[in-house]
């Protein structure tokens, strides 16, 4: 029987977990290390791969072999190229990978932990673009595993929280996910195991890696005070590293010591809590401003919020705490392991999504209460010809078809008509925007096709436009010629192309330690 499976396949780290036999999620250790963290890092040489832990160790002496942060590149069309040491947009190199491919050697290793692993739950952060969600399906294909469904993050930790035995867990919560490169906090209503989620806002470029680098620039601040020399080391991944193990001291203790080398030396360099701190207030003051538009959209205040519950690593910063405490007026839940909530809340998911037949009678058991709406994130639209309201004149613009924070699953169909006189086609074009954008310059064009239409009509035929989204965020839409019947159906799915296959041979050639 294959087992109930959820991976959280993280910007800093990842982790897999499955249900046990009594229903309850259990995060997998690695067969190396007994570590149940991965960190999601590779290092490359030629066709022998190392992804963990044992891949950081490379990045002193191999700089440009080591992989970090794939997680932020999944929406873009770029690829890591091993001569430059860094993400390019040109396809065309040699040695080089994509965001999908690297994601897949962290996804093969994972699987690797435990046996028989074919289907899982994916977890995303809720406001990962649907390109970045493709290419994460796209991932989970080149490791040959099949996805059940993706999650939001903060989802799932909800879900893992409100089925913890001891913790309790309900009414209107916050759920604040802090990682190594997102941010996202959502809002929902909790009943004993039912969650009922209101709204999500976020920022995908938001994380503990933003102040990793602040602290870089802390400390090539303070190697020129000494020597009136800078060292250009806000891009170098060797004091990155450095900068992630003083801000994991900073956590605990109030400064702390190290020595940095430069042009000049090394140099023994000390760092306050205060001067951390002081150098992320930006991301803080961004913070912030999500949570207060987040409980503009959900018409909620902190008043009215019962409990707020943490997420990711980064939440272990002192100052985060502080001011979710200052923001809600009490401190958030504590007790339980903010790297292990979001994976284990997809064992949960998965154990939901699993054929009842294959699972134990206790499994069946332990879920039978559990029950889970999400909504979508953003506001899915089509572009059309509409009235500029300053002008007056027809131009084309973004219409919105399913809102922002729309309960899934959902199905909306809006009628628009053609433009011209023996109009023959018609551009099937879906957009996606974290704003109601009317204008098509803010918005994102996540797929164009073409539909026929039948030759020597008159204008304004009817033509009916339907986007389906189902419960795990998969968006499934119809262009419909009313008057021929013609139609065109747009799946956004995992590609399945030529690109795909070569790219997995590519994969299927490495070795993975």
Request: negative net charge; contains cysteine.
């Amino acid at each position: 029987m294959s087992k109930v499976i959820g991976i959280d396949l993280g910007t800093t780290f990842s982790a897999i977990a499955s249900l046990d036999d009594l229903g309850n999620p259990e995060v997998l250790s690695s067969l190396e290390d007994n570590r149940k963290i991965t960190a999601s890092a590779i290092y490359i040489d030629g066709k022998n791969v190392i992804v963990g832990d044992r891949a950081l160790s490379y990045i002193k002496n191999e700089p440009n072999k080591v992989v970090l942060q794939t997680k932020r590149e999944m929406e873009n069309d770029v690829v890591y190229s091993l001569d430059q040491g860094k993400w390019v947009d040109d396809k065309d190199l040699v040695d080089s990978y994509t965001p999908a491919q690297v994601s897949s050697l962290i996804l093969k290793k994972l699987k690797d932990y435990t046996t028989d692993v074919k289907k899982v739950v994916i977890t995303v952060p809720a406001m990962f673009a649907e390109k970045a969600r493709q290419a994460t399906l796209d991932a989970a294909k080149l490791a040959d595993l099949e996805v059940i469904e993706l999650i939001n993050e903060p989802t799932a930790a909800v879900l893992h929280y409100a089925s913890l035995p001891g913790v309790e867990i309900g009414g209107r919560v916050m759920i604040f996910d802090l990682g190594g490169g997102t941010f996202d906090v959502t809002f929902a209503e909790v009943k004993n195991k039912k969650v009922d989620v209101l709204t999500s806002r976020g920022d995908k470029y938001l994380g503990g890696k933003d102040f990793d680098k602040e602290i870089t620039k802390l400390i090539k601040k303070k190697y020129y005070e000494i020597h009136k020399v800078e060292i250009d080391i806000e891009n170098n991944k060797e004091y990155i590293q450095k900068a992630e193990e003083i801000k994991k001291i900073l956590s605990v203790k109030n400064k702390v010591s190290t020595n940095i080398n430069g042009p000049k030396g090394p140099q023994q360099i000390e760092i306050t809590q205060e001067e951390f701190e002081e150098s992320i207030q930006t991301y803080i003051e961004k913070i912030k401003m999500l949570i207060e538009e987040a409980m503009e959209a959900s018409g909620m205040k902190p008043s009215r919020i019962n409990q707020t519950l943490l997420v990711g690593g980064s939440t272990r910063i002192p100052i985060v705490t502080k001011v979710l405490t200052q923001i809600m007026g009490k401190p958030p839940v504590k007790g339980v392991n903010v790297d292990e909530a979001v994976v284990c809340g997809a064992a949960i998911y998965a154990g939901l999504k699993t054929e009842k037949e294959t699972l134990s009678d206790q499994q069946q058991e332990a879920l039978q209460e559990v029950n889970l709406t999400d909504v979508c994130n953003f506001y899915m639209g089509t572009l059309a010809y509409v009235t500029d309201i300053h002008t007056g004149k027809r131009v084309v613009g973004n219409t919105i078809i399913i809102e922002r924070d729309t309960k899934l699953p959902v199905s909306v169909t809006k009628r628009y008509t053609t433009v011209n006189e023996g109009q023959e086609e018609l551009e099937c074009n879906v957009t996606q925007s974290e704003g109601p954008e009317d204008n098509k310059e803010f918005v994102n064009i996540i797929h164009q096709e073409m539909l026929k239409l039948p030759k020597g009509r008159p204008a304004n035929q009817p033509i009916d436009i339907t986007y389906s989204y189902d419960e795990s965020g998969k968006m499934h839409c119809m262009f419909t010629d009313v008057e021929s019947g013609n139609s065109h159906e747009i799946e956004l799915t995992p590609e399945t192309t030529a690109t795909l296959d070569d790219a997995k041979k590519q994969i299927e050639k490495i070795s993975i330690e």
